[in-house]
Every structure is written in structure tokens, then in C-alpha cells.
Antibody
């Protein structure tokens, strides 16, 4: 089955860190660019970052630049999002998304930043 | 700060036709922005509908179509069904950075 499954969300204190994972299956993960997208409670979708198929080209939204790092392990078919210096405004459901030609979305994982 | 603008809300009758649009603060939207459309229903993850302006996925119902219209990206629903009530988001690509629109809440009434 072609799918993306996120994990790693949870409750973290402001200033803390968290690493999200996105496990891909059913397609050749190593050939495709991937994105992270987030959605704060009751709000719209916000693009977070993009990584190319090799992991050599990365871009980030200004709101997370310098705090979040996207990476991938093509041998494990897994995408990662390392989130540091977390703030209350980072509270959101985080989705991984394939490059748009594939049209795949994960089910999301909730990150709550609160003391 | 690039802003992508969508209609906040639209209402359509069952069986009717409605067009949602997606505008860029940088100027006219072209195919170089690789417009993408996704649908999201309450409590669910988004689902991709259209990519690169007008291409459909295998699961995209035939009543959905994408185009460029008057300098904007557009999503047209023809023969709207009750199950089309949802939030619709466009996504544009700006030289490596992507920006979502604020979403259009489509009500079928």
C-alpha cells in the first residue's frame, strides 16, 4: 500500500526539542522530493520545508529557519524533521507530503508546545 | 513576505458549478508556479486533487478541474455533490519555497 505514516509528536516544553519521522511505503521513496506541512488548531495549512531526493537541497519557511532541520534516510525510506527551540506557536499537526506529482499526504502527528 | 490569496468562503447548490481561485501577491500566477489543489474535510488529513495547474490524480473525481484564469490559478467543480463540502487549499511554488493559500471553505447548500 502506498502511504506515509508520521510519528514522534507529543507534548514538549517551550525551548525543547522533538524529532518527527515519516515512514514511506509502496513507492520508490529515494526518487521523490518531500515536504513538511503544519496546521495549527483551527487554522490553515502552512508549508514548512522541502528536501530533494538526495537530501542535498533544502528550503524552509522563514518561521522555522534556523530552528528546524529536515533530513532523510533513503535506505530506511524515512523522512525526518528535527525541531529545536520550540515555541508555543509551533503547536500544530505536522504532515509529511510527497512531491505534488505523487499527491501523497500522511495522517499527521500532533505537536503541542506548552509548559 | 509572499501572500497567496483565496476566497475565504463560497456557497454552491448541489449540482451547480463553482470556481475557486488562487492569487499571488507577486503578480499573475503561471504554470511556473506549479499550482496544486488539495481538499480537507473536518478531522481528516488533506487529500491532493490537482497538481501542476490541471493534472488530476487517479483518485480525483472527473467533476474537478484545474486551470489558469485571469492571472490566477483556478479550481472548478462542475456538478457539485454534497460530499464536496470541505476546505480547499492551493499551493504555489516560488523558487524552492512553497506557500499555501489561506483556504476556501466550500459550503454545499
Amino acid at each position: 500500500e502506498v502511504q506515509l505514516v508520521e510519528s514522534g509528536g507529543g507534548l514538549v516544553q517551550p525551548g525543547g526539542s522533538l524529532r518527527l519521522s515519516c515512514a514511506a511505503s509502496g513507492f520508490t521513496f529515494s526518487r521523490h522530493w518531500m515536504h513538511w506541512v503544519r496546521q495549527a488548531p483551527g487554522k490553515g495549512l502552512v508549508w514548512v520545508s522541502r528536501i530533494d531526493s538526495d537530501g542535498n537541497s533544502l528550503t524552509y519557511a522563514d518561521s522555522v529557519k534556523g530552528r528546524f532541520t529536515t533530513s532523510r534516510d533513503n535506505a530506511k525510506n524515512t523522512l525526518y524533521l528535527q525541531m529545536n527551540s520550540l515555541r508555543a506557536e509551533d503547536t500544530a499537526v505536522y504532515y509529511c507530503m510527497s512531491e505534488t506529482v505523487l499527491g501523497l499526504w500522511g495522517q499527521g502527528t500532533l505537536v503541542t508546545v506548552s509548559s | 513576505q509572499t501572500v497567496v490569496t483565496q476566497e475565504p468562503s463560497l456557497t454552491v447548490s448541489p449540482g451547480g458549478t463553482v470556481t475557486l481561485t488562487c492569487a499571488s501577491s507577486t503578480g499573475a500566477v503561471t504554470s511556473d508556479y506549479y499550482p496544486t489543489w488539495s481538499q480537507q474535510k473536518p478531522g481528516q488529513a488533506p487529500r491532493a486533487l490537482i497538481y501542476t495547474t490541471s493534472n488530476k490524480h487517479s483518485w480525483t473525481p472527473a467533476r474537478f478541474s484545474g486551470s489558469l484564469l485571469g492571472g490566477k490559478a483556478a479550481l472548478t467543480l462542475s456538478g457539485v455533490q454534497p460530499e464536496d463540502e470541505a476546505e480547499y487549499y492551493c499551493l504555489l511554488h516560488y523558487s524552492g519555497v512553497h506557500v499555501f493559500g489561506g483556504g476556501t471553505k466550500l459550503t454545499v447548500l
